[in-house]
Nanobody
Framework: QVQLVESGGGLVQPGGSLRLSCAAS????????MRWYRQAPGQERELVAA????????NHADPVKGRFTISRDNAKNMVHLQMNSLKPEDTAVYYC????????????WGQGTQVTVSS
């Protein structure tokens, strides 16, 4: 059974940091591109960051570039999103996903974790 379980969300003040984690099981994690998406209330889901199967290639969306960093640990079947200098506009539900290719649609999704940036 495939599972993607996110953790690490919460309430943080503007300028603060959070580290999201996603634990994967039930598929060959090291062969999948992993991505983080987010969805704010009333808005469409958007791609935040992606990392290739081996971890050698990453991509971060312009709104988070320089503040967020995606990483993965294939030995532990984990993917992380380090979020620094958080802004209120980063408030959203963050989702972990797995895709067989860099340009393919996700095959699997997690249930999401809420991130709220507010003073």
């Amino acid at each position: 059974q495939v599972q993607l379980v996110e953790s690490g969300g919460g309430l943080v003040q503007p300028g603060g940091s959070l580290r999201l984690s996603c634990a994967a099981s039930g598929f060959t994690f090291s062969t999948y591109t992993m991505r983080w998406y987010r969805q704010a209330p009333g808005q469409e889901r958007e791609l935040v960051a992606a990392i290739s199967s081996g971890g050698g290639t990453t991509n971060h969306a312009d709104p988070v570039k320089g503040r967020f960093t995606i990483s993965r640990d294939n030995a532990k079947n984990m993917v992380h999103l380090q979020m620094n200098s958080l802004k209120p506009e980063d408030t959203a539900v963050y989702y972990c996903s797995a895709a067989t290719g860099w340009d393919t649609l996700p095959d699997y999704w997690g249930q999401g974790t809420q991130v709220t940036v507010s003073s």
